[in-house]
């Protein structure tokens, strides 16, 4: 019997991902559990998927600490949660007043026991490793935004210092591996 990799979708929305269970609060989508994502604990058993996707949610929500507990508790030991959201510099990001939360490419270091600030700040036992950053994973248009594009997804903290300004991206991906 061949293992099957059980995926989960938090805020899915209309299903993107083949496969996966999907969790949404509004009832009128094709979420598999109907479940408002600012109510903790969610009701999923510990330890109970191998990957977790957050796509374009994570930004409408309350507590993004919270919420990141939630997704190391219901994730398999060492395995993926990915999280995708409008970058900081996007006009995606405050055009949408539904919008809460805002990342950068340090947004996601205090889940990273790897990292300095983790250990300085010590606001959750929640651990990630960030294994990539991604902007902009599905490329749309011209010649000049995949030059920077392909700057910012080789070097992220330097285009976020030095071009995120002048150019900037629409969302940034994070993949995160569940440090156990």
Known sequence: MINEIKILD???GNKKRPGAIGVDFNSRTEADIVHD???FPYPIEAASFDEIY???????????????EEAHRICKDDGLVKVIVPYFR?????GDPTHKHFFTVRSFEIFDPEN????????????FRIERIV?????YNRWAKKIVLSL???WPFRYEYYLSHLYPLDDISFYLRKYC
């Open 152 to 154: 910012a997804n080789r």
């Open 37 to 39: 994502l600012n109510v």
């Open 90 to 94: 996007s006009l995606w990001a405050f």
């Open 54 to 68: 957050i796509d374009n949610c994570l930004e409408h929500l309350d507590d993004v600490i919270r919420v990141m």
């Open 10 to 12: 938090l805020g899915c």
């Open 116 to 127: 300095v600030i983790s250990e300085r700040y010590d606001y959750t036992r929640a651990r």
């Open 135 to 139: 902007f902009n994973e599905t490329l």
